[in-house]
């Protein structure tokens, strides 16, 4: 017996997956909170930013070093106002350096 597989979106697989959804979710949010402090970041170091997970309210951004770290994390008290600012809320930001290959 041959089965035809049909292919699917991400979009429609999460509809029938509610871990797949919440992940979604999850990751939306994220991307939102980064669009939102983008012109707070130096025009310079925006490019070595990335949105990263959120876990029980602590949301994490990506850098790609520890510069960049080191700057973003004199800015951090400013990112958190504007969030919360914006009725994006969050416990804490935690940075993480992520090398990108």
């Known amino acids: 017996m041959n ?9 429609q697989a999460s509809l029938n997956n509610p871990g797949l959804a919440k992940l979604m979710n999850l990751q939306h949010e994220s991307s939102v909170r980064l669009q939102s ?3 707070l970041v130096p025009a310079a170091l925006r490019h070595l930013v990335v949105a990263g ?6 949301w994490c ?7 960049v770290a080191a700057k973003l994390r004199q800015l951090l008290p400013a990112f958190e106002a504007h969030l919360r600012s914006h009725g994006l809320e ?12």
Not at 53 to 58: A, F, L, N, R, S
């Open 61 to 67: 951004l990506l850098l790609s070093n520890t510069t």
């Open 90 to 101: 969050v416990k804490s930001i935690r940075l993480k350096i992520h090398r990108q290959d």
């Open 3 to 11: 089965r035809r597989h049909q292919a699917v979106t991400l979009l």
């Open 37 to 39: 402090i983008t012109p």
């Open 53 to 58: 997970p959120m876990e029980d309210g602590v």
